[in-house]
């Protein structure tokens, strides 16, 4: 007998912990939640009663603010703490800030910190569901899905895409993310950056290194720039940010040998100038601005399904 699919995550802690099943439904129930922002009256009941907090020890814009949104326009009651407001400068650790918050009985917490697995840590001493909104270098997943999202509507399917993914790679939680994610999902991911910004074995996740970035653009369906992450290079990595835009900054020459109908995406922010030309961010071909507003919609379906969906 067929057994029926049903989304069972309490937390959302990487793409890795998701099966292909789990990232469609997730981008379907994206979809449907996508209309609510539409309205006049952007409010539903869905998570009346629910209390979430958002703790961001990093800046953010488009992460915080979208998943407040979210959860808002769901009626939960949302609380922000911030590294700077937070007992953490006062030298609380993690788990003792996490505990405290427990004694409050939220129901889901949404973490970014600078330290890879600390949603995971978070996770283990608390009994709220946990989403992570980026832990140090390591994974980003709603800002996967709402990239996924974003190439599904415009593509109409992700298996089988070629996806170009240029720049800083071994800094950016948002490329670990979309590499594990794309490939679950059946495309072939390209990665291209200077040598020193690819983290060796990259390929084992499903990439493919190309050293020139001409190669990973070559023929591809959606070419994605990433920020240059100064704040996580110790030592200089590369000679100067402009041998950088010279060497791999993704400019209308370049997205020449992509295919005619290629999208244009970065996660934001971005280093005008740098890793992308203001005529590509720009372009008619740029679709930043929707990944923008998919981030309010994957982050409603997710705050939905891990309070228990339908069930609820
Ligand atoms: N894409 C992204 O994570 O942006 P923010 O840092 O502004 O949240």
Same mark, same amino acid.
Do not use: W
């Given at each position: ?63 915080? @603010? ?7 326009? !769901? ?15 006062? &030298? ?34 608390? &009994? ?29 399917? @992700? ?77 200089? @990595? ?61 982050? !409603?379906?997710?705050?939905? @399904?891990?309070? &228990? &969906?339908?069930?609820?």
């Amino acid at each position: 007998m067929e057994t029926q699919y049903r989304f069972q995550k309490k937390h959302i802690l990487g793409i890795e912990d998701l099966s292909p099943e789990d990232i469609s439904f997730i981008l379907d129930a994206a979809d449907s939640f996508k209309e609510i922002s539409q309205r006049s009256i952007k409010k539903v009941p869905t998570l009346r009663g629910k209390t979430v907090i958002h703790l961001f020890f990093e800046p953010s814009t488009r992460t915080r @603010l979208s998943f407040e949104i979210a959860a808002k326009r !769901m009626s939960a009651d949302t609380f922000n703490i911030s590294a700077s407001t937070s007992s953490a400068q006062k &030298g609380e650790t993690l788990v003792d800030t996490a505990r405290n918050l427990t004694s409050m009985n939220p129901d889901i917490i949404v973490i970014r910190h600078s330290s890879s697995g600390s949603p995971h840590l978070l996770a283990k001493h608390i &009994g709220a569901s946990v989403i992570n909104a980026g832990d140090g270098t390591h994974e980003h997943p709603s800002q996967a899905l709402l990239d996924m999202l974003t190439v599904r509507e415009n593509k109409g399917q @992700l298996k089988d895409l070629k996806i170009a993914i240029i720049g800083d790679i071994i800094h950016s939680r948002v490329a670990h993310s979309n590499i594990i994610g794309f490939t679950k999902m059946g495309a072939h991911v390209h990665v291209s950056g200077p040598a020193t910004l690819i983290p060796p074995g990259i390929e084992k996740m499903g990439a493919t290194v190309c050293h020139k970035v001409e190669e990973a653009i070559e023929d591809a369906d959606v070419v994605m720039a990433l920020r240059i992450q100064k704040e996580r290079q110790f030592d200089p @990595l590369f000679p100067s940010l402009r041998e950088y835009a010279i060497c791999f900054g993704v400019n209308d020459t370049r997205i020449q040998s992509a295919k005619p109908d290629a999208i244009i995406m970065h996660p934001g922010p971005i280093n005008r100038g740098v890793e992308m030309t203001c005529e590509v961010a720009d372009g008619k071909r740029s679709v930043i601005m929707d990944q923008v507003t998919n981030g309010v919609a994957v982050r !409603m379906a997710l705050l939905y @399904l891990i309070m &228990g &969906g339908e069930d609820r």
